[in-house]
T-cell receptor, first 112, second 112 residues
Framework: DVKVTQSSRYLVKRTGEKVFLECVQDMDHENMFWYRQDPGLGLRLIYFSYDVKMKEKGDIPEGYSVSREKKERFSLILESASTNQTSMYLC???????????FGPGTRLTVL | KQEVTQIPAALSVPEGENLVLNCSFTDSAIYNLQWFRQDPGKGLTSLLLIQSSQREQTSGRLNASLDKSSGRSTLYIAASQPGDSATYLCAVKRSNDYKLSFGAGTTVTVRA
């Protein structure tokens, strides 16, 4: 079975802090994605990566950056956390060609 | 831009009844369509993936159909159980895009 893990289930940070969210997949997938999910707004794509060191902006990249130094790991970085970044963050991966996405358990981030 | 709609937003049925969940999309140039289940506070679990060349896909009590020309997919869950209570989301991938476009989901409650 595909396994996508995220470093934390719950995280509480202060405004202005730098925040790192880590995602690891164990199936050698080329593609990895970061979403946020908010009530009434659904899932929105922040960034995705189709290869090591490659990244593309999604629909809402402002205030975020990403890093993919190894194929299995995709990190989401909030350079200076703000209260409007309080959300559920979901990581996903997929294999090139099939594109079935598999999701991690999510990280509930609260910025105070 | 691909728009994905799921109606109804919520559904409540007695145990044993068959569930019918609808998903419609505006751009028929899709690569595949994926159905997910999400439990409260959790990540998404992939249920079924239908490629654009397929008409349906089955897994246990779940059956998903795809009518690309009319822009519709239906997820059938036979003989519903209280454990089927969750939010069900559909997502479509366009042929020329890495991204998935998600519907807002249908929240299902199966009453014992």
């Amino acid at each position: 079975d595909v396994k996508v893990t995220q470093s934390s289930r719950y995280l509480v940070k202060r405004t202005g802090e730098k925040v790192f969210l880590e995602c690891v997949q164990d199936m050698d997938h080329e593609n990895m994605f970061w979403y946020r999910q908010d009530p009434g707004l659904g899932l929105r794509l922040i960034y995705f990566s189709y290869d090591v060191k490659m990244k593309e902006k999604g629909d809402i990249p402002e205030g975020y950056s990403v890093s993919r130094e190894k194929k299995e790991r995709f990190s989401l970085i909030l350079e200076s956390a703000s209260t409007n970044q309080t959300s559920m963050y979901l990581c996903a991966s997929s294999i090139r060609g099939l594109y079935e996405q598999f999701f991690g358990p999510g990280t509930r981030l609260t910025v105070l | 831009k691909q728009e994905v709609t799921q109606i109804p937003a919520a559904l409540s049925v007695p145990e044993g009844e068959n569930l019918v969940l609808n998903c419609s999309f505006t751009d028929s140039a899709i690569y595949n369509l994926q159905w997910f289940r999400q439990d409260p506070g959790k990540g998404l679990t992939s249920l079924l993936l239908i490629q654009s060349s397929q008409r349906e896909q089955t897994s246990g009590r779940l059956n998903a159909s795809l009518d690309k020309s009319s822009g519709r997919s239906t997820l059938y869950i036979a003989a519903s159980q209280p454990g089927d209570s969750a939010t069900y989301l559909c997502a479509v991938k366009r042929s020329n895009d890495y991204k998935l476009s998600f519907g807002a989901g249908t929240t299902v409650t199966v009453r014992a």
